[in-house]
């Protein structure tokens, strides 16, 4: 699997962006993913993960209610729909590939392969 999110950029508290997690090997179907994220200075942590199937989703406490995430296994992409941002939600945001993951985790070590990241600024 090759992981590459997209999607980031500067957005004002309150408004939305979509994080877009693609894999170019079109194996992602084999997968759990997730989606972490990482402040300056901070560790990496977790945000939401979705199951092989999209049929199970768990999601970071903070972020409940306001990210919704889902995949498209025809299209081998995995989405995170971010509403209501708030200047916190501030970092560089990550998707993460659990090989033959038996259910979504909120594991880090769990996952195997990562993306890049694309960076996510909310400006009160």
């Known amino acids: 699997v090759q992981l590459q999110a997209s999607g980031g950029g500067l957005a004002q508290a309150g408004g939305s962006l979509t994080l877009s997690c693609a894999d170019s090997?079109?194996?992602?179907?084999?997968?759990?993913v997730g989606w972490f994220r990482q402040a300056p200075g901070k560790d990496r942590k977790f945000v939401a993960a979705v199951s092989r199937s999209g049929g199970e989703t768990v999601y970071e406490d903070s972020v409940k209610g306001r990210f919704t995430i889902s995949r498209d296994n025809a299209k081998n992409t995995v989405s995170l729909q971010m509403d209501s941002l708030k200047p916190e939600d501030t970092a560089r945001y990550y998707c993460?590939?659990?090989?033959?993951?038996?259910?979504?985790?909120?594991?880090?070590?769990?996952?195997?392969?990562w993306g890049q990241g694309t960076q996510v600024t909310v400006s009160s």
């Open positions: 090997t079109r194996t992602l179907t084999k997968y759990g």
């Open positions: 993460a590939a659990d090989w033959l993951a038996p259910r979504a985790t909120t594991v880090i070590f769990d996952y195997d392969y």
